[in-house]
């Protein structure tokens, strides 16, 4: 008598936090699987690489700095992501947010005169209002003209980043830059204290720790909360109940890109002390954190831990690269890798698939 | 006639069950060879569904389908094209971004090898257009046509493929006045050339104007096959909405209270921009409920979201309690205590990932004690909750399960709790039992007429007409955005009620 193996799929009614925990859980260690492969194909053992980059992140003091260092820009995109998020909003623009924040910080730091001590305050003041502007032209353009925000917040981007090329290569370069493309450096009072002699912008860090535990309480707690969570869930029981979509959509982009541009005025801040090129600025931090954002399910408290996870990623690639001689981009890999399997895995979050033995 | 029973299609016991609802009951459809066969329903009534059975998108649990005398199995669209039937859905199935031969070949194998032939294809489309005068430029894109155009290469895609059998599904719905007569010489036409057509319809007049033979559906049955021209418009609309009253209600006599609404010359567009309501008048008083008969779009629905601030009138007034409220905003009814029970409870009654207990205050979030400042009180929103499930008996595990989980009355138990709660003043509920079964049906209207005791205002709109007569105090027709007449329940005739909702005015009211 034969056996055969057969499987049922069947819908699952919700999934349980600790259901959504072990597929996300499985869905990374799918893109470890396949990322192994890669560094089967460079000869290296996906074991040993694994094992370096995890030393090399999270095992030394200077790893352990360099990891936290990507984990405030990561934490502070991602958290506002999740809100955006929430509404329904899909924000690509977290990239062009952060890079138009910094933009406003070096402006502040550079040309606007403050006194010392005023000038931080006014850099993260002016750095969220420049990510929040940048988030809130696609937010009026969904709203009032049904533009789709995908498009309209990926191609905002490239403004930013051509945009910040014109600036250092024009009117914002630096006289004593020696004729690279950058800004002047900022005054000592525009530059953010950092932790012993690592690069970890303790203040940033902080506020973005902060961010993540107001934005959960937010979320959960609060009648713009409930706003936000109806009209991403569904917008017309939002239009019966009298919430406008306009006014939360604009909530949402404001603090979404807001904090993107929080990320930047860190950035350049704590760790570049000028403006300089898009690519050194930010490393891709705005896309990475959708992964951050999603991995975490819209979760503001979660970013803590997926941010964390991202940072540890990124370091790897230095690690690979200096330890192990191979292309930094294979983070990208990584990157692409665990978004596939994190979509991928969401078909199991609604249905369930047992496997039976028939005869 | 080559049969010896001259019939096309023959539909033998029909039996097509969805979670929760049997669309098609044990359905019988006999269709004869070259005529214009209309099937006649409200919505729900199972035309569509059976329809999609022939065509072969549905696999029926039970029946047969025969065709000219031969049982035929019908597993997909593809078959149905072989057999030769075509079908015309509600919502096009073109590719807007294609040009019309583009679409019109889609799908079939023209040409050789990886290359299409359009030169062939385009002589066989324009002899077709020339013989039926369905014009239509073949090389333009399907975007740039009207949709009256769009049906007209939906009609080509169909002769294209040499159907004999075309299933037409509410193909008016869309149309202009002026295209809907074209469609119907059109349709006669194809008629006189031998092809067989099924007609899906709500409206009479469509009926009478264009079909031979007409079958009347109602809740997945069928109620009768009549000659067109031996039965008429009130007859048709009677069998439609059912008379049997199945529920007898306990009801106490009407006690009038002050006047609470009075709609004045009310005028609104419908979402297509088109006038919906025209010059709509009636008063309603407290402890009343003044049900709203008529065929389905026929401007009930605009009347309610206009009464309930979710549609701009475009003329006339609204005054409730004497205050004018013409154009208020959702919110501002809403905090004049007007309740609303849309008619699409999941997707405009709930928001299905929050929790019941979410719900229940999705419109007196902001308001105390369920929000102090910009904080949720938890506390007292879960203590409603478990208030309005035990009052309302929401069957549920607990107070925080998903809307999305519960069965259609529970949804509709958490939307009336919301609504009701306040004590509102005036409701408006539309179709609160569509859907719903027996036992929820009847704790409904248990509900809706124990606020009717309490003294609020109700305009119960329904495509049941059952519902409409035992419910109502007074019964208000609508036909075409304008009001055919107002009637007191107790002496209302449904054979008049019938006539009124086919568009003739209440003896008595003035034209």
Same mark, same amino acid.
């Given at each position: 008598?034969?056996?055969?193996?057969?499987?049922?799929?069947?819908?699952?009614?919700?999934?349980?936090?600790?259901?959504?925990?072990?597929?996300?859980?499985?869905?990374?260690?799918?893109?470890?699987?396949?990322?192994?492969?890669?560094?089967?194909?460079?000869?290296?053992?996906?074991?040993?690489?694994?094992?370096?980059?995890?030393?090399?992140?999270?095992?030394?003091?200077?790893?352990?700095?360099?990891?936290?260092?990507?984990?405030?820009?990561?934490?502070?995109?991602?958290?506002?992501?999740?809100?955006?998020?929430?509404?329904?909003?899909?924000?690509?623009?977290?990239?062009?947010?952060?890079?138009?924040?910094?933009?406003?910080?070096?402006?502040?730091?550079?040309?606007?005169?403050?006194?010392?001590?005023?000038?931080?305050?006014?850099?993260?003041?002016? =750095? $969220?209002? #420049?990510? +929040?502007?940048? !988030?809130?032209?696609?937010? %009026?353009?969904?709203?009032? &003209? /049904?533009? @789709?925000?995908?498009?309209?917040?990926?191609?905002?981007?490239?403004?930013?980043?051509?945009?910040?090329?014109?600036?250092?290569?024009?009117?914002?370069?630096?006289?004593?830059?020696?004729?690279?493309?950058?800004?002047?450096?900022?005054?000592?009072?525009?530059?953010?204290?950092?932790?012993?002699?690592?690069?970890?912008?303790?203040?940033?860090?902080?506020?973005?720790?902060?961010?993540?535990?107001?934005?959960?309480?937010?979320?959960?707690?609060?009648?713009?909360?409930?706003?936000?969570?109806?009209?991403?869930?569904?917008?017309?029981?939002?239009?019966?109940?009298?919430?406008?979509?306009?006014?939360?959509?604009?909530?949402?982009?404001?603090?979404?890109? =807001? $904090?993107? #541009?929080? +990320?930047?005025? !860190?950035?350049?801040?704590? %760790?570049?002390?000028?403006? &300089? /090129?898009? @690519?050194?600025?930010?490393?891709?931090?705005?896309?990475?954190?959708?992964?951050?954002?999603?991995?975490?399910?819209?979760?503001?408290?979660?970013?803590?831990?997926?941010?964390?996870?991202?940072?540890?990623?990124?370091?790897?690639?230095?690690?690979?690269?200096?330890?192990?001689?191979?292309?930094?981009?294979?983070?990208?890999?990584?990157?692409?890798?665990?978004?596939?399997?994190?979509?991928?895995?969401?078909?199991?979050?609604?249905?369930?698939?047992?496997?039976?033995?028939?005869? | 006639?080559?049969?010896?029973?001259?019939?096309?299609?023959?539909?033998?016991?029909?039996?097509?069950?969805?979670?929760?609802?049997?669309?098609?009951?044990?359905?019988?459809?006999?269709?004869?060879?070259?005529?214009?066969?209309?099937?006649?329903?409200?919505?729900?009534?199972?035309?569509?569904?059976?329809?999609?059975?022939?065509?072969?998108?549905?696999?029926?649990?039970?029946?047969?389908?025969?065709?000219?005398?031969?049982?035929?199995?019908?597993?997909?669209?593809?078959?149905?094209?072989?057999?030769?039937?075509?079908?015309?859905?509600?919502?096009?199935?073109?590719?807007?971004?294609?040009?019309?031969?583009?679409?019109?070949?889609?799908?079939?194998?023209?040409?050789?090898?990886?290359?299409?032939?359009?030169?062939?294809?385009?002589?066989?489309?324009?002899?077709?257009?020339?013989?039926?005068?369905?014009?239509?430029?073949?090389?333009?894109?399907?975007?740039?046509?009207?949709?009256?155009?769009?049906?007209?290469?939906?009609?080509?895609?169909?002769?294209?493929?040499?159907?004999?059998?075309?299933?037409?599904?509410?193909?008016?719905?869309?149309?202009?006045?002026?295209?809907?007569?074209?469609?119907?010489?059109?349709?006669?036409?194809?008629?006189?050339?031998?092809?067989?057509?099924?007609?899906?319809?709500?409206?009479?007049?469509?009926?009478?104007?264009?079909?031979?033979?007409?079958?009347?559906?109602?809740?997945?049955?069928?109620?009768?096959?009549?000659?067109?021209?031996?039965?008429?418009?009130?007859?048709?609309?009677?069998?439609?909405?059912?008379?049997?009253?199945?529920?007898?209600?306990?009801?106490?006599?009407?006690?009038?209270?002050?006047?609470?609404?009075?709609?004045?010359?009310?005028?609104?567009?419908?979402?297509?921009?088109?006038?919906?309501?025209?010059?709509?008048?009636?008063?309603?008083?407290?402890?009343?409920?003044?049900?709203?008969?008529?065929?389905?779009?026929?401007?009930?629905?605009?009347?309610?979201?206009?009464?309930?601030?979710?549609?701009?009138?475009?003329?006339?007034?609204?005054?409730?309690?004497?205050?004018?409220?013409?154009?208020?905003?959702?919110?501002?009814?809403?905090?004049?205590?007007?309740?609303?029970?849309?008619?699409?409870?999941?997707?405009?009654?709930?928001?299905?990932?929050?929790?019941?207990?979410?719900?229940?205050?999705?419109?007196?979030?902001?308001?105390?004690?369920?929000?102090?400042?910009?904080?949720?009180?938890?506390?007292?929103?879960?203590?409603?909750?478990?208030?309005?499930?035990?009052?309302?008996?929401?069957?549920?595990?607990?107070?925080?399960?998903?809307?999305?989980?519960?069965?259609?009355?529970?949804?509709?138990?958490?939307?009336?709790?919301?609504?009701?709660?306040?004590?509102?003043?005036?409701?408006?509920?539309?179709?609160?039992?569509?859907?719903?079964?027996?036992?929820?049906?009847?704790?409904?209207?248990?509900?809706?007429?124990?606020?009717?005791?309490?003294?609020?205002?109700?305009?119960?709109?329904?495509?049941?007409?059952?519902?409409?007569?035992?419910?109502?105090?007074?019964?208000?027709?609508?036909?075409?955005?304008?009001?055919?007449?107002?009637?007191?329940?107790?002496?209302?005739?449904?054979?008049?009620?019938?006539?009124?909702?086919?568009?003739?005015?209440?003896?008595?009211?003035?034209?």
């Amino acid at each position: 008598m034969k056996m055969r193996v057969g499987f049922k799929v069947e819908r699952r009614p919700v999934a349980s936090g600790r259901v959504v925990f072990f597929v996300s859980l499985l869905a990374i260690f799918a893109a470890f699987v396949v990322a192994g492969i890669f560094f089967q194909i460079y000869g290296v053992s996906p074991i040993r690489a694994y094992q370096l980059i995890l030393r090399g992140s999270l095992g030394s003091r200077f790893g352990l700095a360099e990891t936290v260092r990507r984990v405030i820009p990561l934490l502070l995109c991602g958290v506002g992501l999740t809100i955006a998020f929430r509404a329904n909003f899909w924000n690509i623009g977290a990239e062009g947010q952060l890079l138009m924040g910094a933009v406003a910080a070096a402006g502040v730091a550079l040309f606007s005169g403050l006194p010392g001590p005023l000038l931080l305050p006014a850099m993260f003041i002016a =750095g $969220f209002m #420049g990510g +929040a502007a940048w !988030g809130l032209i696609p937010a %009026i353009l969904k709203v009032m &003209l /049904g533009l @789709n925000d995908v498009i309209t917040t990926l191609m905002m981007n490239y403004i930013a980043i051509y945009f910040l090329e014109w600036l250092i290569h024009g009117p914002w370069k630096g006289p004593t830059a020696r004729g690279f493309a950058y800004t002047d450096t900022f005054q000592q009072a525009a530059r953010l204290p950092t932790f012993y002699n690592t690069r970890i912008h303790w203040p940033t860090l902080i506020l973005g720790l902060i961010l993540a535990v107001v934005m959960y309480v937010v979320v959960t707690r609060t009648r713009s909360g409930f706003e936000i969570r109806v009209v991403g869930d569904n917008p017309d029981a939002a239009r019966f109940a009298g919430i406008s979509q306009l006014k939360t959509t604009l909530l949402v982009m404001l603090i979404s890109g =807001g $904090f993107a #541009g929080l +990320a930047g005025v !860190g950035e350049v801040a704590g %760790i570049h002390l000028r403006l &300089l /090129g898009p @690519n050194n600025i930010s490393m891709g931090y705005g896309y990475t954190a959708i992964i951050v954002a999603w991995l975490a399910r819209r979760n503001p408290l979660a970013v803590i831990v997926t941010a964390l996870l991202f940072g540890v990623i990124m370091t790897g690639g230095d690690v690979i690269k200096v330890s192990l001689g191979l292309p930094f981009q294979l983070i990208n890999v990584f990157n692409g890798l665990i978004l596939f399997f994190l979509i991928g895995s969401e078909i199991l979050l609604r249905y369930r698939i047992s496997f039976l033995l028939r005869r | 006639m080559d049969n010896s029973e001259g019939y096309a299609i023959e539909l033998r016991g029909i039996v097509k069950r969805f979670p929760g609802v049997i669309a098609n009951n044990g359905i019988d459809l006999k269709v004869r060879r070259g005529e214009i066969h209309c099937l006649l329903g409200e919505n729900g009534a199972g035309k569509t569904t059976l329809m999609r059975v022939l065509y072969g998108l549905y696999h029926p649990e039970e029946g047969e389908i025969i065709l000219n005398g031969q049982p035929v199995q019908m597993n997909s669209p593809r078959a149905a094209l072989n057999h030769h039937i075509g079908m015309i859905h509600q919502h096009f199935r073109l590719v807007s971004t294609l040009s019309v031969e583009e679409n019109i070949v889609l799908g079939l194998d023209e040409g050789t090898g990886p290359f299409m032939n359009f030169r062939k294809a385009r002589a066989k489309i324009s002899a077709i257009a020339n013989e039926y005068g369905l014009s239509v430029d073949p090389q333009t894109k399907i975007w740039q046509l009207t949709v009256g155009q769009q049906q007209r290469v939906e009609i080509l895609k169909a002769l294209y493929r040499e159907v004999d059998i075309l299933i037409m599904d509410e193909p008016t719905s869309v149309l202009t006045p002026q295209e809907v007569d074209q469609l119907f010489t059109t349709l006669r036409t194809l008629v006189d050339d031998g092809l067989t057509i099924i007609f899906i319809t709500h409206k009479l007049d469509e009926v009478m104007q264009v079909s031979n033979r007409v079958t009347v559906l109602r809740k997945g049955k069928v109620v009768s096959t009549l000659l067109t021209n031996e039965t008429d418009k009130p007859t048709l609309a009677r069998l439609m909405v059912g008379r049997e009253v199945v529920f007898r209600l306990e009801k106490s006599p009407k006690e009038l209270k002050e006047k609470l609404l009075d709609v004045n010359d009310l005028h609104a567009l419908n979402d297509r921009g088109l006038p919906a309501l025209r010059g709509v008048s009636f008063d309603l008083f407290g402890g009343e409920i003044l049900g709203v008969a008529g065929v389905s779009g026929n401007g009930q629905y605009e009347l309610a979201e206009v009464l309930t601030g979710l549609r701009k009138a475009t003329k006339g007034k609204v005054l409730l309690a004497k205050k004018e409220v013409t154009n208020c905003s959702a919110r501002e009814m809403n905090n004049l205590n007007v309740a609303h029970i849309p008619a699409e409870r999941i997707r405009m009654g709930i928001v299905p990932a929050m929790s019941i207990r979410e719900n229940l205050i999705l419109k007196k979030y902001r308001y105390s004690p369920f929000s102090h400042g910009e904080f949720l009180n938890y506390k007292e929103i879960e203590e409603n909750a478990r208030r309005a499930m035990s009052d309302y008996q929401i069957a549920a595990p607990s107070c925080e399960t998903p809307a999305k989980l519960l069965s259609g009355g529970n949804v509709q138990k958490v939307v009336l709790a919301r609504e009701l709660s306040e004590n509102p003043c005036l409701i408006v509920a539309v179709h609160p039992t569509y859907g719903l079964d027996i036992g929820a049906t009847e704790q409904v209207r248990q509900i809706l007429l124990a606020q009717r005791e309490r003294g609020a205002a109700t305009l119960l709109i329904s495509e049941d007409l059952e519902e409409i007569m035992t419910m109502s105090d007074r019964i208000l027709v609508l036909f075409n955005g304008e009001v055919m007449g107002i009637l007191e329940a107790e002496s209302a005739d449904i054979e008049e009620i019938g006539l009124m909702m086919a568009g003739t005015r209440h003896k008595g009211e003035k034209l």
